[in-house]
Nanobody, 122 residues
Framework: VQLQASGGGLVQAGGSLRLSCAASGRTFSRCTMGWFRQAPGKEREFVGIIHWSGTGAYYAESVKGRFTISRDNAKNTVYLQMNSLKFEDTAVYYC????????????????WGQGTQVTVSS
């Protein structure tokens, strides 16, 4: 499976961005998709996941109410809508695919995208 994340960029605090992750190579519609992020000098952390059916999204507390994950299985694409961005949201954002279950743990994911940089200016 190849995952290609895009949509990152520079945005002012309070602004919005939408990340996309396009998948190819395997049945996208049967995998849980997740988003993780890694800020400079920090470990990669969980952001959110969405069930293969498009329901059952689950988020880290730090982004709950501000970020929304959705997916379009017909387009093999998952999205991360980020609103009310904060400086501390600055990170490289990664999408990942889990064909085994519904996990928030990094080691539960089988495939990873290359990451897209999100920079929030204060």
């Amino acid at each position: 499976v190849q995952l290609q994340a895009s949509g990152g960029g520079l945005v002012q605090a309070g602004g919005s961005l939408r990340l996309s992750c396009a998948a190819s190579g395997r049945t996208f519609s049967r995998c849980t998709m997740g988003w993780f992020r890694q800020a400079p000098g920090k470990e990669r952390e969980f952001v959110g996941i969405i069930h293969w059916s498009g329901t059952g999204a689950y988020y880290a507390e730090s982004v709950k109410g501000r970020f929304t994950i959705s997916r379009d299985n017909a387009k093999n694409t998952v999205y991360l809508q980020m609103n009310s961005l904060k400086f501390e949201d600055t990170a490289v954002y990664y999408c990942a695919a889990d064909f085994q279950g519904y996990s928030v743990l990094e080691n539960g994911f089988d495939y990873w995208g290359q990451g897209t940089q999100v920079t929030v200016s204060s």
